[in-house]
């Protein structure tokens, strides 16, 4: 595959310690277009190794709005089913600048290991120092250890070491939309995790003409009365939690974005900082990089003040413990104390109960945001809207919010950059096949 | 004519280094961007952006811009960010001259957060 692609597959055999490289045919694309349709043919292909197959959007890191996400494809040891999970911030994109555009990972190492992938190289590397480190310590340390700070990873903690089912992994320092219990299968196979970094160029078959359309795309989307706002006390307000927006409002640093997100879907709380500080905190770590609304809302919902939420949140990424599972174990054991919820963290082994079809994250709110998609049956469009953004990687949660950018558009985009001949009965079928 | 940023306003979406960089490379890279959103001091939740000028690097702080002369000695204490150094090696900013669009990171700031200022 020559546009939007580095035409590469790489295969990890952690038992052997090898990795290969394979091309990315133009068929293959042609018939599973990309992210999670090329990942569960992928899947298929070696299920005898029951693999975890990470790859990247047929649009991921291009000038289509929101082409942010990079999806991991597991059978989940939560629901039992190939699971897709968004990879968010900017660790979506730099696996495609990276080089590659699909990794499938078989076999379980010997000795903890990370894979390092730079500029088209794939390495296996020793993560003995590291293992039984916490995710911000371990990111910390491939950083430095590389002498890069915009390196980007995917990390386990100490939950994802111990394979428990609430093990999550996540990005750089935070967490993520993994509720599928990614981060234990990652610690089954002693692998800690991945680190990123790429300065790679993506052709377009017909840049101009896919510039002219993104553009067209880019000026709809900003005509959306959302654009105004920032962060998520206003998603919580859409859906409902009108309060929550001025519950957290006492500790909202700044808000930003995933890659060419428009809007800014994550949220920094400062713990032991001034929240209103605009110089650089003299702090190494004041706080926390919130996206995971419903986790947010069940800490709401113990009865935490927002400073307490943003605190327990901060435990679960550097355990690397899905937040959504510690609130309800909180919620369980009739926690309600910052203090009891704290030493909940790490103590927390179950999943939180599954909603929806175990097959795509209900870390992204399950009905749309702002827009009107004049969706009826919400959950099967909330389902098929999760397919569409794991196949072309586009940010899970601003799919449900902007109704402008439909499948036409995402079909016709990669139909210019990629010289391809997508049509809507393609993307039915792939969505048909990975939606369960 | 330069090129004005809001560091208040961006969200450090990298859309305006990915624009640059398809200005000067013609497909999606940001390789050689002269506009770079900094983003390493994540833990602190620190950013701006830096613009590489004729003379110029430009660094865009949420506290305020401030203009540092290519060539002199800039005060170590405020090392803009590791992306600094590379940024110096790079083009500089031509207002997208040849571009129909003009210049590329104020058309897809998402956010306006970026304008062309006489
Ligand atoms: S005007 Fe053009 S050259 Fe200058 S920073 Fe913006 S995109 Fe780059
Ligand atoms: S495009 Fe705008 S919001 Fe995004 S990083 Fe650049 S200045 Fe910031």
Redesign the pocket.
Known sequence: MEYLSNDKILVVDLAKGDVEEEELSEELVAERIGGAGVNARLYKEYADDDPIVLGVGLLTGSMYPASAASVLTAKSPVTGKLCHCPVTLKVGIEIKYAGFDYIVIKGRSDKPVYLWIHDGVADIADAADVWGKDVWETTDAWRKGVGDDLLQTMVIGPAGEKGLDCAQVCYNYWTGPDRFGIGKLFGQRNLKGMAFRGMGLLEAAEPEDFVDEAFELLEAVKGNAFMSKKGLGPICAALGEADAEEWLSPVVHRHSADYFTPYATNTFAFIDEDPAAVTETAKPEPGVLISDIPALLAFKKLGLSALDAAKAMQACARQGVDPMAAATAGEKGGKTSIDDILSQVAATTEPAAMEGNGVFSPWCPRKPIFGDFGASDTDAWWERRQAVAAIFGIQPVFAVMCPQLTEESMISLSNIGGELELDQETLDTVIGDIAG | MG?KIDALKCTNCMA?EM??GY?RDDGFAFLS???VPYRAREKKDYFGVL?KEEDSLVVARPEGTEINRIGEEADPDKEADASAKPMLLREA????ED?KYG????KICPVDA?SVAE
């Open positions: 090129i305006c624009a640059c200005h961007a002269c506009i613009l900013c031509d207002l997208c571009m210049p590329m990171c104020v970026i």
